[in-house]
T-cell receptor
Framework: AQTVTQSQPEMSVQEAETVTLSCTYDTSESDYYLFWYKQPPSRQMILVIRQEAYKQQNATENRFSVNFQKAAKSFSLKISDSQLGDAAMYFCAYRGYGGATNKLIFGTGTLLAVQP | DGGITQSPKYLFRKEGQNVTLSCEQNLNHDAMYWYRQDPGQGLRLIYYSQIVNDFQKGDIAEGYSVSREKKESFPLTVTSAQKNPTAFYLC?????????????FGPGTRLTVL
């Protein structure tokens, strides 16, 4: 069974600085998708960024980028120029490719605080 | 505007009572999901449905039931058999296929057992 591990329960960053959130996963599949979701205090889950395993290029969305290391099964999220609105719980998630479901497997989350 | 709505936002239940959480989507998505969120445990899948009139158990289905009579609606019933129902419940939907098919989430329902 696939698992997703986020080893940092809490992180803190100064406004305008850069922070990296870690995520590792375990799978025997060769094709899959990885996601980072943000959950602000409103508790609405928002997709931040996604990565297809067969793509070597790391995904980037504005200030958010990932470092995808397929061999190491690592999928970290880098937030540049951190803003107060980035304060939230961040979840890493895995989805297999193919099969009968789009089931997402989530990590336990990292709570990010942004200090002014 | 297309999206997912969940109601109510807060729900209180007495022990021994069944309660039903509503989830409606107007995104024309085939697949819908129910997740439970507890502190320190991330999101865990309760039930999912790939198509109308069909649904499957997720990882923690015991004490829950669902129905999928309409494409737009996927209500979750928390039964008295659920031993620890106090949690935050999230509904999601996604289109079918093998592309990204990201899941879109509703705003959630906070259930508290008194």
């Amino acid at each position: 069974a696939q698992t997703v591990t986020q080893s940092q329960p809490e992180m803190s960053v100064q406004e305008a600085e850069t922070v990296t959130l870690s995520c590792t996963y375990d799978t025997s599949e060769s094709d899959y998708y990885l996601f980072w979701y943000k959950q602000p205090p409103s508790r609405q889950m928002i997709l931040v960024i996604r990565q297809e395993a067969y793509k070597q290029q790391n995904a980037t969305e504005n200030r958010f980028s990932v470092n995808f290391q397929k061999a190491a099964k690592s999928f970290s999220l880098k937030i540049s120029d951190s803003q107060l609105g980035d304060a939230a719980m961040y979840f890493c998630a895995y989805r297999g490719y193919g099969g009968a479901t789009n089931k997402l497997i989530f990590g336990t989350g990292t709570l990010l605080a942004v200090q002014p | 505007d297309g999206g997912i709505t969940q109601s109510p936002k807060y729900l209180f239940r007495k022990e021994g009572q069944n309660v039903t959480l509503s989830c409606e989507q107007n995104l024309n998505h085939d697949a819908m999901y129910w997740y439970r969120q507890d502190p320190g445990q991330g999101l865990r899948l309760i039930y999912y449905s790939q198509i109308v009139n069909d649904f499957q158990k997720g990882d923690i289905a015991e004490g829950y039931s669902v129905s999928r009579e309409k494409k737009e609606s996927f209500p979750l019933t928390v039964t008295s058999a659920q031993k620890n129902p106090t949690a935050f419940y999230l509904c999601a939907s996604s289109p079918p296929g093998n592309s990204y098919n990201e899941q879109f989430f509703g705003p959630g329902t906070r259930l508290t057992v008194l």
